[in-house]
């Protein structure tokens, strides 16, 4: 059986859509064990990647970029094309360098949206959620989504939500912000059953990011 997530949430009229634009989401995987290498080299990498980021935002392809704690990041890229995203990436010396493993995948933002933010930047944390879909045999997987949107469409009512979208072909993201004392997911029916599962970190991102005030 097909993985229903993406269609019941595609399809959802739980959670007001504020974008439909899709570009490209790039997760920069910490590689483990990372390869040594002496200090030098890797600040004239790492100062490299920095101004190779801020060159891409100036020519209007990269729209967010933001470290995990504990090593590697994300970019977003003003792009549906795959091989367009690549080309991009290539010229960042920590790509090339082979730093992190590079992961790409198409992003449509539902809640919330992606902005260019402005400098001096304010640089915040927040709780970043990257969902996945598991196996739905033998469940109600159409019954526990929905209760999975009407969660999620709760948190947004309470403002924790800073933006909430989907990949292709199947999984997505949820940025939260606030104190969270414990997993919110503990108490989300999709999580509960297994249908989804939740990988969670901490983002720190310019403030403005995903046109948050």
Known sequence: MRFMLLVLLLNSVTICFSQSKTYSFVFLHKKSP???MPKEQLDKIMEG???????LAKEGKLIVAGP???GGGIFILNTT???????WLSTDPGIQA????VEILLYTPRIGALCVAKEPYEMVTYHFFRFAETSTEGKDAEG?????QEFVLGLKKRGNVVTEGIFEPSGGILILKGELNDDPFVSDPA???GIISMDRKKLWIA??????P
């Not at 990647?49 to 060159?55: E, F, K, Q, S, T």
């Not at 526990?144 to 999975?148: E, R, S, T, V, Y």
């Open 34 to 36: 990372a390869e040594q």
């Open 144 to 148: 526990i989504l929905k209760q999975h």
């Open 207 to 212: 403030k403005g990011s995903f046109c948050e």
């Open 49 to 55: 990647h920095l101004a190779n980021i801020g060159r």
């Open 191 to 193: 999580v509960q059953h």
């Open 81 to 87: 094309s795959t091989d367009e995203a690549k080309l």
């Open 68 to 70: 995990f704690d504990g």
């Open 98 to 101: 082979n730093r992190w493993d």
